[in-house]
């Protein structure tokens, strides 16, 4: 399979949901949490996608408003319906965001620094619109390590198809370990750069809870499987299904962690 036949591309909302953002959800509060940010606060949310940190922040921080920017019309359909009006939301991406210098006073970003095609630039960005003494901060998932969902699955899939690891987001993304985030806040001149880890339980009921969203063709790891032969795809099936470590129950435990990195501007 080559590498380049298989799209990174997110743009339907209800796959994605099932995939990874009901996973998402449980992260974001707690990312929150650790920014500890006061009440009244303007804040952005730049690839918003189907809105689930915008939804955090309009449930737990008190903001003064809310404002997202996501280049997805079908996310950003999802999120409107999602957030119910709640929030201001753009076409645009982290390159180019469409509000003006200094307009807000927080910017954040879930699970999106490792998808931009240039971060030092979209870090750039960010700053401009949160302005000086403002905060810019963002989460991406653990690729290498603790997100299990999706580690478990690229080693199933690696074993079968050598041609897969140039699909997988651990050595794709090596953005996503705190050391990196580290030196890429640090490199863009922003201070105070503080990355910590945040794990959530993402536990599956039984084999098909956790195999179906991988058919939503969302993302690499679900674009990867239906790119597959119906055979080779059952044989991926057969592999995970028999190396999971389900329990007695036949359900799955596993954790989601994301690391998650702070500035100031």
Known sequence: MQANSVSDTWERGSPYERYVGR??????????????????RKWLDVGCGTGALSAAILDGCAPAAVAGVEPSDGFRNTAQENLAGRAQLYPGNAASIPLADASVDV??????????????????????????????????????????????FWD????LDAGAAALDEAPRFPM?????????????????????????ATPFADFDDYWQPFLGGQGPAPAYV???????????????????????????????????VRAIV
């Open 23 to 40: 996973w998402s959800r449980q992260v974001a509060p707690q990312f929150l949490s650790w920014l500890g940010l006061p009440a009244g």
């Open 107 to 152: 910017v954040v970003s879930g699970l999106v620094l490792n998808f931009v095609p240039d971060p030092p630039a979209a870090l750039r960005e960010m700053a401009r619109v949160a302005g000086a003494g403002g905060c810019v901060a963002a989460y991406v998932w653990d690729y290498a390590g603790r997100m299990d969902l999706i580690r478990l």
């Open 156 to 159: 199933a899939a690696v074993a």
């Open 176 to 200: 996503c370990r705190p050391e990196a985030l580290q030196a890429l806040f640090a490199g863009a001149g922003l201070r105070e750069v503080s990355v910590t880890a945040l794990d959530a």
């Open 226 to 260: 239906m790119s597959l032969a119906e055979a080779a795809r059952g044989r991926l099936r057969e592999r995970l299904r028999t190396s999971l470590p389900f329990l007695g129950d036949g359900s799955l435990q596993l954790t989601g962690r994301a690391w998650a």
